[in-house]
């Protein structure tokens, strides 16, 4: 049964196609600049590569040509191959704890959350309605990257701000990267053989976010409100005394938005460093000695260690730590430096297991009273997972 994974931003739109009879990869890429000019695809299959640019006046656009294009290059023999549709959401609000079949009133609701995600929202609905229109007899899921973050309580998902302000405007943590972390936990499942155990999932790319999991269930998640908040990040501020806010917009003469956008995308690695947001570049920089970079890398460092410290108190112990995401799967440097800093649990790391990117891996060492493993995430395929449960059991 073949099922597309789809994830629609404001102006690109990201798939893949997996074969789910042994969940194989038979088809990816992305289509760019979607309404702007130098709008272009890429597709690779089979160990191709294709790029092409091509006009894209909108998301509808996109799908037409993608399917097209699975078809020319027999990639599919007729729509008919498609039995489902997977979309990626970013906020499903309190209102979904697991993945839905698309409706009417689903997609209004995923449009009444854009204010929790003004970025992605509104982009996802486009990316439903486009495929809706294209292909509008076929099943479509959406998974929201915060329903895996609805099993926090209400201690820990509530701020100690004016009460009216959960119960009035929905302020509130929610956490991101749910759909990530769930895949981490499936797979720490798998490995351990068993559903009974503390978890600490580290999704550090050039977004992040750390989450404390017990038993198959979020405890408590580094992001918030926004994916804002929490772990610094590649040009993310993450946790900031909010009264910084008025001050810089008295010293600038910006208005909050303005401040709000700097913390978004000029803070962060890219803010302390002056250099980049990306890690590579950073960890370079390190060893050639510069000094704001070294700053940069080790306030980062610091930032995820204080959240595991937490996380690890939280759950009165850990099982198994997991890194995963961008820099977490291929960063061996960043990783030794963090567990390093961890020693005081009695974590020990084997360097030589460390040397790894990209694989499933135990890097910590046997004495270590931590396990610790890299293991990839796959966003994509969990989407696709969903889609084919809902499918199956709605038979």
């Not at 806010?245 to 002056?274: F, H, Q, R, T």
């Not at 995963?324 to 297991?353: H, P, W």
Request: aromatic share 8%; charged share 25%; hydrophobic share 35%.
């Amino acid at each position: 049964m073949k099922i597309i994974s789809i994830n629609a931003g404001s102006s690109s739109l990201k798939f893949t196609l997996f074969e789910m009879n042994d969940e194989s990869v038979i088809a990816s890429g992305v289509f760019e600049r979607i309404g702007c000019e130098g709008s272009c695809y890429t597709i690779k299959y089979n160990g191709q590569k294709i790029t092409q640019d091509v006009e894209l006046s909108n998301h509808t656009d996109a799908v037409n040509i993608l399917l097209d294009k699975l078809l020319a290059l027999e990639i599919i023999k007729s729509f008919d191959d498609i039995k489902g549709v997977g979309h990626r959401i970013v906020h499903g609000g309190n209102k979904y704890s697991k993945s839905v079949f698309v409706t009417d009133e689903v997609i209004n609701d995923i449009d009444e959350f854009k204010n929790f995600a003004p970025l992605h929202n509104p982009a996802h609905v486009l990316g439903i309605k486009a495929f809706k229109e294209v292909l509008p007899n076929v099943p479509m899921v959406v998974v929201f990257d915060t329903a895996f973050h609805q099993t926090m309580d209400e201690v820990t998902y509530l701020y100690p701000v004016p009460y009216s302000w959960y119960t009035e405007y929905g302020v509130r943590k929610y956490g991101a990267h749910g759909t990530s972390h769930r895949f981490i936990t499936n797979s720490v499942k798998e490995l351990l053989g068993t559903d009974k155990f503390k978890l600490i999932s580290c999704h550090i790319g050039n977004g992040g976010s750390i989450t404390a999991i017990e038993d198959m269930k979020c405890v408590d998640t580094s992001m918030g409100f926004t994916p804002l908040a929490g772990i610094m990040m590649g040009t993310r501020s993450g946790d900031v005394d909010p009264s910084i806010i008025p001050y810089v917009m008295e010293k600038d003469g910006k208005n909050a938005s303005e401040v709000i956008d700097d913390l978004n995308k000029n803070s962060g690695i890219y803010g302390l460093s002056g250099i980049s947001h990306d890690l590579r570049d950073i960890v370079k920089e390190c060893e050639a000695g510069n000094e704001r970079a070294i700053l940069a890398k080790d306030k980062y460092v610091r930032r995820i260690v204080d959240y595991i410290s937490s996380y690890y108190a939280l759950l009165e112990g850990c099982d198994i730590i997991v890194f995963t995401a961008g820099v977490g799967e291929n960063n061996s440097y960043i990783r030794k430096e963090i567990c390093e800093k961890l020693k005081c649990f009695g974590i020990e790391i084997n360097e030589q297991a460390n040397n790894t990117r990209g694989e499933t891996c135990k890097i910590s060492t046997e004495s270590s009273k931590v396990d610790v493993y890299v293991i990839p995430t796959n966003e994509e395929l969990m989407i696709a997972r969903d889609t084919l449960e809902l499918i199956k059991n709605n038979r």
